[in-house]
């Protein structure tokens, strides 16, 4: 403002220092050092703000962002590819991703379904290789037999909403069966019945009175009039609708007889009491089940002492026993059997889904028919690179049958199977003189177990029918999956010719090339499945494993 004094000007700033500092006097040759530091004359700015990470990207130049940026599309893409090119893999060659589907709407639709898990006993004894050679496809007979206690038996399996694991026990040699204990009767007593996948119904040595029965493990199954089912019986239809039956009004029993393949036979009466086992949570069950009082064994079913009371059947028949526990909403009707590859023996069998693992089994349709086995189609049998089956495009049929000891092929594989192993002069001859099986070599060296002669023998491949696009699929059996050791050492063939126990066209699949892997029997989805296994624990199925 005027008349105001001017205000005096600033004092003189400092703008910088020098500092000189001169060589010590013991050593100039150091020389001198000058440091300078210079000032500002305004106040220091204040501290800069904290950058956020992304400002220090866009602190780079141009050329570095746009070079970031094309990275991270060019990863963001491949694995988008990947995903993409995983899902497609999957929807071809996989049904797992359907199988959750399925499994959860059945879930979301259905009450909580139970499990059952039953042990595979090993059976002691020493018995010819021979003398259990069996086939237990069986079918029922067409006579009918009058008079009290007269019975036909039939096979067939059922589930319901539950899941159980029966522990598995035999062996195939020597006994050339394999076994697991149920509990029958309103004051359970337990029974040892062979594990069958080719018979509709179960039976059970009883004494109505036995006219002709094995000296068993366990007493007779004694039943009470009241424990007989009658004509009238839906399970009696069933039984008796392929062996040329008339209904009988004035009946009190429904008669059966069963005829298997090996030529023995089985006939009895249906009977109806309470089977008991264990679920997998370990909750006991009680349920109503049908089943044959089998009065009357022919051939080897008689052969004694026996080591079981009976058979359990597990086709997929309506009067089977998973197809009564699943009528009965006990289960969903899915079976599984897992056989130790060990000499002896023994593993697990479960009825249910419980157990059935999401991921790495091979799935092959099950042909619908006439027949109530578990039966798919292979495209071709080979013998390590050579193919042994039928020309091609003549698909063969293979039944998987846990009631067959050993396997079976059909006349023009198992002559050219032969031909293969006899010509093997290098190192083995066909010693005929050992009579366990039809082919047994000896070699030129002892033989202490299979790893002494495995190099030597190709595996055996079946080669399923493939659909569409999508990969074929095959069922390796080792050589330790046909082959056994004699008593003699030698190196016996375990598959035998087809026309011994049928026309010779079918492939059966028996215990012996049936070990060391979880089978399943899938008879809601119509379908068949295996993957390799110790059979050692029996393991639940968890959920979708690639994300959780």
């Not at 995903?83 to 929807?91: A, H, R, T």
């Not at 593993?347 to 999401?358: H, K, R, S, T």
């Amino acid at each position: 403002m005027e008349g105001e004094r001017p205000s005096p000007p600033p004092p003189p700033q400092l703008h910088g220092v020098i500092i000189i500092s001169l060589p010590p006097p013991d050593d100039p040759s150091k020389g001198k050092t000058i440091t300078a530091f210079t000032f500002s004359d305004d106040s220091p700015p204040p501290p800069p703000l904290p950058v956020p990470s992304v400002e220090v990207r866009h602190s780079r130049s141009r050329h570095g962002r746009r070079y970031f940026l094309s990275r991270r599309r060019v990863a963001v893409f491949a694995l988008g590819a990947a995903f993409l090119l995983f899902s497609l893999w999957i929807c071809l060659f996989s049904e797992s991703p359907l199988q959750m589907v399925n499994g959860t709407q059945e879930e979301n639709d259905t009450e909580e379904k139970r499990s059952f898990l039953f042990q595979l006993y090993p059976k002691s004894g020493r018995r010819s290789l021979r003398e259990l050679g069996d086939v237990k496809l069986g079918s029922f007979g067409a006579r009918h037999f009058v008079g009290s206690w007269k019975m036909r038996s039939s096979r067939r399996t059922e589930t319901t909403d539950s899941s159980a694991i029966f522990p598995i026990g035999g062996n195939l040699f020597p006994d050339g069966q394999y076994y697991t204990t149920i509990f029958v009767g309103s004051s359970p007593r337990p029974y040892f019945l062979d594990v069958d996948t080719g018979s509709d119904l179960t039976w059970i040595q009883c004494d109505a009175p036995c006219t002709s029965c094995a000296k068993g493990p366990h007493p007779l199954y004694k039943p009470n009039r009241g424990n007989i089912v009658l004509p009238s019986n839906s399970f009696c239809m069933e039984v008796q609708r392929n062996q040329n039956y008339h209904y009988c009004d004035s009946c009190e029993q429904c008669d059966y007889e069963i005829e298997y393949a090996d030529h023995s036979s089985s006939m009895g009466v249906l009977a109806r009491d309470d089977m008991h086992i264990i679920d997998a949570n370990g909750e006991k069950a009680k349920f109503s089940f049908t089943f044959g009082c089998a009065y009357d064994q022919q051939g080897q079913l008689l052969a004694s002492p026996a080591k079981t009371d009976g058979i359990l059947g597990l086709s997929s028949s309506k009067v089977s026993l998973p197809s009564q526990l699943e009528s009965q909403g006990i289960i969903s009707n899915v079976i599984g059997h897992c056989i130790k590859r060990e000499a002896k023996g023994g593993g697990y069998m479960f009825l249910g889904d419980d157990y059935v693992p999401q991921w790495g089994v091979t799935w092959v349709p099950r042909q619908s028919g006439l027949t109530n086995f578990y039966i798919s189609k292979a495209s071709k049998i080979n013998y390590g690179g050579k193919q042994i089956s039928g020309q091609k495009g003549n698909a063969v049929p293979v039944i998987f049958d846990t009631g067959s000891s050993y396997t079976y092929f059909p006349d023009e594989a198992y002559g050219k199977l032969t031909a293969y192993l006899q010509s093997m002069s290098n190192n083995f001859i066909q010693d005929v003189s050992d009579l366990t099986m039809p082919i047994c070599l000896r070699a030129d060296f002892p033989i202490r177990s299979f790893k002494d002669v495995k190099q030597f023998f190709e595996p055996l491949t079946l080669q399923f029918e493939k659909k569409w696009w999508t990969m074929s699929k095959s069922f390796t059996i080792q050589p330790e999956g046909y082959l056994v050791i004699s008593d003699k050492g030698n190196v016996c063939l375990g598959v035998l010719n087809g026309t011994e126990v049928h026309d010779g066209s079918t492939v059966i699949l028996g215990d012996i090339s049936l070990r060391g892997k979880l089978v399943v029997y899938d008879n809601t989805q119509q379908k068949i499945g295996w993957v390799q296994s110790e059979c050692a624990k029996p393991q639940k199925s968890t959920g979708f494993a690639f994300f959780v």
